[in-house]
């Protein structure tokens, strides 16, 4: 039985459990999400949720900042790893689908 806990990107997290739980203000999430760096499904009623996932890239994010980087340098940072792990999937693909051309190709004909 899944359920959604189990689910690293179900938005089941508040600004404040979120804030408690990372020891930062709320009003640091929601500059970190009017910057567009992470930003957290919204409730019917328009209150952020977060995930896991999410919560995991608020830690970055405040390792970042702790060196000194901007929030506009993480955005770009965050953007170029997804962007990075887009095209490592899209070469992965490509190579197996290489690599069952190539197997069909160097098969024996069948008379």
Known sequence: ???PFDN???ALFTVGQVASMLRVQ???LRRIDDHQVVSPQRSAGGQ???SRHEIGRI???VMMMD???TLPAI???????????????????LARVLTE???ERDRPAHP
């Open 1 to 3: 039985m899944n359920l």
């Open 75 to 93: 955005r770009l940072i965050l953007d170029l790893q997804h962007q990075l792990i887009e095209v490592t999937r899209e070469r992965d693909e």
């Open 48 to 50: 952020r949720r977060y």
């Open 59 to 61: 830690q970055q994010v």
């Open 67 to 69: 060196q000194g980087m």
């Open 26 to 28: 709320q009003a640091f």
């Open 8 to 10: 690293e990107h179900a």
């Open 101 to 103: 051309l190539r197997a």
